[in-house]
């Protein structure tokens, strides 16, 4: 899981972040083979956090997704069939490719319009098999 945190807070004084989950930062997706891709919207409100407790009010603040891609075409990203309950957005990552690649995120808020955009690292590599046979020797 990884966040972007803004670095001003908005008009509002509160400091929102898109946090990603699902793709392990810095591992290695298969290539042909889709991942998911969680993007929520974590609003940090100061005057609701009194503990040591991280704040996570996603359910108040749920998002749709307004575009999502990758550079360079290594992957293709679209939305998931996957349904979310928590205000979140899945999306589905399929390298197309080996390499590295940023995968750009937007989002907007189902409560009052506004919208944000990401990004996060992905690496695709090419499958290799579980095991490799090596050929029987001969003996003459």
């Known amino acids: 899981m990884a966040c972007a945190v803004s670095p001003v807070p908005e008009a509002n004084g509160y400091s929102v972040q898109l946090e990603f989950g699902g793709a392990p ?37 749920p998002i749709a997704l307004v575009s999502a891609t990758c550079d360079d075409g290594v992957c293709t990203v679209s939305e998931s069939t996957t349904a979310t309950s928590d205000g979140s957005v899945a999306l589905e990552a399929s390298g197309a490719r080996s390499g590295s690649t940023t995968l750009r995120v937007r989002v907007r808020s189902l409560l009052d319009g506004s919208e944000w955009d990401d990004s996060y690292p992905l690496t695709f590599k090419s499958a290799t098999p579980a ?8 003996q003459k």
Not at 131 to 138: E, K
């Open 25 to 61: 930062l810095g591992g290695s997706l298969v290539v042909g083979s889709p991942e998911i891709v969680t993007v929520r919207r974590i609003e940090q409100r100061m005057d609701r956090c009194t503990t040591n407790v991280a704040c996570d009010p996603t359910t108040e603040t």
């Open 131 to 138: 095991f490799v046979r090596a050929p029987a020797m001969i």
